[in-house]
Each structure stands twice: as structure tokens, then as C-alpha cells.
């Protein structure tokens, strides 16, 4: 119960943020208020996503209900962190590279989206063998996106 609890804080939560993030850039008064939200959404971003890994990977489970709350967190939390790229935020972990060759970055994040879209509906599906096929692709989108963007 207290999971189905955080799922929805966290969903209701996410989903305000959802709604204000296209007007998210705007909102940041300093650079370190987008990097702290960029961090925050890929904390909570990186929480589902590794939930969904380790019963992908056979360390943890299959549960095919948590799965799916997992899922429905992530299809929300995969669209927010992109508000807080804009001109001037630059800072915390992210490399220079992001601003300047914002098309790139734009074209990883778009990947990344539609992957995480995949792993959400194989997720969902309650079939083990979907979501061990969609978390790979997805994986490699974090990857590819890190070693290009991200200081160690």
C-alpha cells in the first residue's frame, strides 16, 4: 500500500511538474534552479527505470503489477528533465557539450523518449520477454546520452 501510495504522490507530482515544464524554462530564475530540477527529475527517473532493469535483468523478480507502476511513473518522468536545458542553465554534471551542439543532445533526448515509450508499453504489457527486449535499446539511450554529456 505505501508503494501505491508514493506511486500516486509521485504521479499527481510528476504530472504538475508535466504541465508546467513547457513553460518550465521561463520559470528558472537562476541556472542552479534548473540544474537542481533536471537532477531531481533524473533521480526519480533513474529510481524507475532501475526498478525496471533489475527485473529485466533477473536480479530482482518479475512482478508484473509493480512493473507496470513503474512504468506509469516513468512515462511521466521521461518527458521532464528536457525544460531544464535551456540557454544559460548550464552547470552541476553536465558538459559544456549540451549547449553546443544542442541538436545532438535534442536528437539523444528524442531517442531516449521514444525508447523509454517502448520499455513503458512492453512494461505494461506484463510480459518478462518485452520487457527484457525493450530495456536494452532503452539502456542505450542513457548510455549513449552520458558519455556524451555528462562529467564523471
Aim: glycine letters at 8%; proline letters at 2%.
Amino acid at each position: 500500500m505505501r508503494f501505491k501510495n508514493l506511486v500516486a504522490t509521485t504521479l499527481i507530482g510528476s504530472t504538475m511538474l508535466f504541465a508546467g515544464a513547457a513553460s518550465a524554462q521561463q520559470a528558472f530564475g537562476k541556472a542552479e534552479d534548473a540544474v537542481k530540477y533536471r537532477q531531481s527529475s533524473f533521480s526519480v527517473l533513474a529510481h524507475h527505470f532501475g526498478t525496471l532493469g533489475a527485473m529485466a535483468r533477473g536480479k530482482a523478480p518479475f512482478d508484473a503489477k509493480v512493473a507496470a507502476e513503474n512504468a506509469d511513473v516513468l512515462a511521466v518522468v521521461a518527458n521532464l528533465p528536457w525544460a531544464a536545458f535551456g540557454a544559460g542553465t548550464e552547470g552541476g554534471n553536465s558538459k559544456a557539450a549540451i549547449w553546443q551542439e544542442k541538436a545532438q543532445f535534442d536528437e539523444k533526448q528524442q531517442q531516449f523518449e521514444a525508447e523509454a515509450g517502448k520499455l513503458v508499453a512492453a512494461a505494461k504489457s506484463g510480459d518478462l520477454d518485452k520487457l527484457k527486449a525493450a530495456f536494452g535499446p532503452a539502456a542505450q539511450t542513457c548510455k549513449s546520452c552520458h558519455d556524451a554529456y555528462k562529467n564523471k
